[in-house]
Every structure is written in C-alpha cells, then in structure tokens.
C-alpha cells in the first residue's frame, strides 16, 4: 500500500474562506422573544441560532461560529470539492489520505455508530445514495444490478484505518456523513455557545436541534413542534427541551415518485433500497444531537416493531414513530408532549 498522500494535513483549510463568505452571504441578524438570532444557510438547509449573551460575548460568538461551520462543511461536505471526504473519495482503490487528530476522532465515532446500529448507519453508503439521488431527474429505476454492484462498494467493516490516515480499498467506494454529520455539527455549535459565555442557547440546524439554558421568554424550557408527516406544515405535537435534543428523520419531503410509487432519501443498505416499511417519520430527545440523529435514521429503518425495540432499549432517550396507521411513543414521551 502507497503511504499517505499530504491531503487532509492539520493546515488545509480545504477551501473554508470561500464557503465563508457565502455563509456570511446568506446572514441575517435579529432578536426575538428575548434572544438574539442568527440564520444563515450551511449544509444544504436553513441554520437558526437563538442565544442569549452580552454584546460582548454576542460579537465574539457570532464570529466564531460562522467560522466554525464554514471549516467543518468544507472540511466534510461530499458536495464541496475541496473536502477532505472529496478527497478521500477521489483517492478509494489508490491510496490512504492523511487525517489530522479530529478527522481521527470524527471517524472514531463513525465506527462507534456503525456498531451501535447494528451496522444500519454505514459512512460508505455514498455509491447507493448516489443510485438513488432523489434530487436526479430520471425516467426508470436502478435494476436488480446495478443494486448489486453498489452494493458491493458499500461497507464501513472494509475500510482500511490507522492512526492518522484512512484508505477505502475499492475503487468506486465513498464516504458521506449523512445521518450524523449536520447533528455532531448542532452539539458542538452548542458547546461553542457555551465556551463563549452565552447563557442559554436553541441551536437548529434543518430541524436537527440542541438546546441548553432556559428560554429568555420566562418559559421553563424550549418548545419545540414536530411536523406531522401526514399533515407537512402542520404539528402533531411539540416537546419541552431543557439541556437535551431532538431530531427527526421522515421520508416525506425528500423524495421522488416513480410509477405512482413515492420513493424517500432514506437508503437500506441491507437490501441497498429506499426503506418502504410504513414508517413516515421518527423523532427522538435525547443528550446529544449525534445520539437523536443517529437513533432516528436507525429506527426509521428499522422499521415500527424493531425501531420501538431499540427506542425502549436505548437508556436516556425518549421518542415517537409515526406510521401511516399508527404513532408509537416511548414509555416517558408524554413527560415532554406539549400537546
């Protein structure tokens, strides 16, 4: 095996300042309800932060934190060229990519969820999301085939990890953080808020959201509505948040219809199919933004009968499954239903 080429070297900016600027682009500053908000568009969605802060410490953070998520989607965006996951891709079936300690821990962490999902979240799933780009215009679906052959460049147990560098053996093979990367982004944004001096802080990203601190409007804790898929536009409840998260994964607004069949972004890479189980969308709470994103991909995999079975196996977490027949909640959910 070839040794590590320089890409992903700790000095890369991997293109940040460009990314900034469009970030700072897309910016706009206001208050309401007693907190000062930020939202800007990062991630392919629309970014909120709500905090409450000094001038002071409310200049200094607005500043770091655009800088922060400028670094770490240019860093791990699939859809940014100079990335280091663009790089690692464009490098699979040739040589490793050298990673800088956080790039290490970042992948440390991608192992650990691919073990506690029993192998549903896979970081290398990216040749079966590209066979099934729901944003593609297209007159047929994959065949059996083509299934199988993605298939076979798809699997995290076959990436080839050392310290401080990283090879996928197959060409063809890719890496994408969807399912985990926006959501580890929401819990250290926080902690970014934190380290600043803000006092309480709502920090939502694509509806992928972490929240500490009381809310500066006198309420004892953040209110949060989760959409009804049955109903897009419409709550079907909302949950009180204090020092927790939540996020939800559906398959209702991103997706594609073919032959009358409606066809969600979300891919089973056991069967290397878009999952069609009934189930429309899950939400969970939980300590971490990574944990809740993590647990609903994985649930709504699943499906209604197994995701419940990990939901009420899973300590600290609480949640709902919404079927096109039913809603499942958790033993504890209705301690934090708003209605």
Not at 317 to 328: K, R, W, Y
């Amino acid at each position: 095996m070839a040794g590590p080429s320089p890409a992903g070297r700790p000095s890369d900016d991997f293109g940040a300042p460009a990314l900034l600027a469009r970030i700072r682009g897309s910016l706009r500053e206001g208050a309401a309800n007693g907190a000062r908000e930020l939202t800007f568009g990062a991630f392919g969605t629309g970014c909120r932060i709500a905090f409450v802060a000094t001038p002071p410490v409310a200049a200094a953070f607005s500043t770091a934190v655009l800088a922060w998520v400028a670094a770490f989607e240019a860093k791990w965006s699939r859809f940014w060229d100079a990335s280091l996951v663009s790089r690692i891709n464009a490098a699979a079936g040739r040589e490793p990519v050298a990673l800088d300690p956080d790039a290490d821990r970042i992948f440390a962490l991608c192992h650990e969820l691919h073990f506690l999902t029993r192998g549903v979240f896979d970081p290398t799933a990216l040749p079966l999301l590209k066979l099934w780009d729901w944003r593609r215009q297209r007159t047929d679906l994959p065949t059996d085939a083509e299934i199988t052959e993605a298939k076979a460049r798809v699997g995290w147990r076959g990436v080839q990890r050392a310290p401080g560098k990283i090879f996928l053996p197959r060409a063809g093979m890719g890496i994408d953080l969807g399912g985990m990367g926006k959501e580890y982004a929401v819990d250290q944004v926080a902690m970014l808020a934190r380290a600043h001096g803000c006092t309480s802080a709502l920090v939502d990203f694509g509806a992928d959201i972490r929240a500490f601190g009381p809310p500066p409007d006198g309420r004892a804790a953040w209110h949060i509505g989760l959409e009804d898929p049955r109903k897009p536009g419409a709550c079907w409840t909302g949950l009180a948040v204090l020092d927790a998260a939540v996020a939800t994964s559906g398959d209702y607004v991103r997706k594609f219809d073919a032959g009358g069949t409606r066809f969600g972004h979300i891919i089973d890479i056991r069967t290397g199919r878009p999952v069609s189980n009934g189930v429309l969308s899950v939400s969970v709470l939980a300590p971490s933004c990574t944990q809740a994103g993590m647990l609903t991909t994985s649930i709504f995999t699943l499906g209604a009968e197994e995701g419940r079975k990990l939901l009420d196996t899973t300590m600290g977490v609480e949640g709902a499954i919404v079927t096109e027949t039913q809603t499942l909640v958790s033993r504890r959910f209705h301690a934090y239903a708003t209605a």
